[in-house]
């Protein structure tokens, strides 16, 4: 197995209140890694960690097999960064703006970023202030592409898109994987984007890892339970990871569906979305 990114017991406080606790956890190479959790998990406060933007207060991060503090210069060459909130200068064209970052990279490639700048349609004498926020999404996107990044790490990326935009850069995440020994970390709380493209899903909640496994074998793991509360019996309930009740119906998640289904006459039974199994996780919690 080869990781492109290994974090070992990483923790990070805040005037004494822990955002990361002691959290592991990989990501692999030539895979899309789905990083869930609800707004405030921990997320953008772990790939500030991993960029070196935040101090850990233990534990480590090897991008690549190194730390940053052995090689950051190589690292940051190897690494595209997409973030939800812009971080350009808004009263600079797009042209400008690149002309500031591309020096920053070795093996940027100017014809790479024309291209890219063609195939997004990207006004590049528009300053960033003009930009909607899915054409700011691609313009970062093409950015980190340009240099010919190794692993993408992106947070929230999709946030606030519409659909079809959100397809379109999703799209482009499949064209950038089909070249081969490339990765991604793809932060964000809308799971529906993972449904689509993740090979594997961790899962942070309060600060702490309470889920890393591959996308499919979670989908089959788990079954979506929709039934009557009157057949419900202790037993049953402890065959739940988590349930919602409303009136005289139950909704839960279930790891053990053959126990399950001897027990419930009424019930509908179905496969969950990532949602279903995220949302589970967070109200157990």
């Not at 990083?35 to 534990?59: C, E, H, M, R, Y």
């Not at 808004?90 to 790479?112: F, G, H, R, V």
């Not at 195939?119 to 003009?130: E, V």
Request: hydrophobic share 40%; glycine share 8%.
């Amino acid at each position: 197995m080869n990781n492109v990114l290994e974090i070992s017991h990483l923790t990070k406080k805040y005037n004494r209140k822990t955002v990361l606790n002691d959290i592991s956890f990989s990501a692999e190479l030539g895979q899309i890694t789905g990083f869930i959790g609800v707004n405030g998990a921990g997320k953008t406060t772990t790939i500030k960690s991993i960029l070196g933007l935040v101090k850990k207060d233990a534990g480590e991060i090897r991008l690549f097999g190194q730390t940053m503090e052995e090689n950051e210069r190589e690292i940051k060459n190897r690494i595209g960064v997409v973030f939800d909130k812009g971080y350009f200068y808004e009263n600079l064209s797009l042209n400008d703006m690149k002309n500031i970052l591309a020096p920053a990279y070795s093996n940027w490639d100017e014809n790479a970023f024309k291209r890219y700048a063609r195939q997004f349609k990207l006004p590049l004498s528009y300053h960033i202030s003009d930009l909607s926020k899915g054409m700011t999404m691609k313009y970062a996107i093409a950015l980190a592409l340009s240099h010919h990044a190794d692993f993408l790490l992106m947070d929230e990326p999709t946030s606030g898109l519409d659909p079809l935009i959100r397809n379109q850069l999703l799209g482009i995440l499949r064209e950038y994987m089909e070249e081969g020994n490339k990765s991604v970390f793809f932060s964000t709380h809308i799971t529906t984007d993972l449904d689509k493209i993740a090979d594997r899903i961790v899962m942070i909640d309060n600060g702490k890892i309470v889920l890393d496994e591959y996308k499919d074998d979670l989908l089959e793991k788990y079954t979506l339970v929709k039934g009557s509360k009157d057949e419900l019996t202790p037993a049953l309930r402890a065959s739940f990871l988590h349930m919602e009740e409303h009136g005289f119906h139950f909704e839960g998640l279930t790891c053990d569906s053959a126990a399950v289904k001897r027990g419930l006459t009424k019930a509908v039974f179905a496969k969950p979305t990532i949602e279903d199994i995220m949302m589970a996780f967070a109200g157990r919690s």
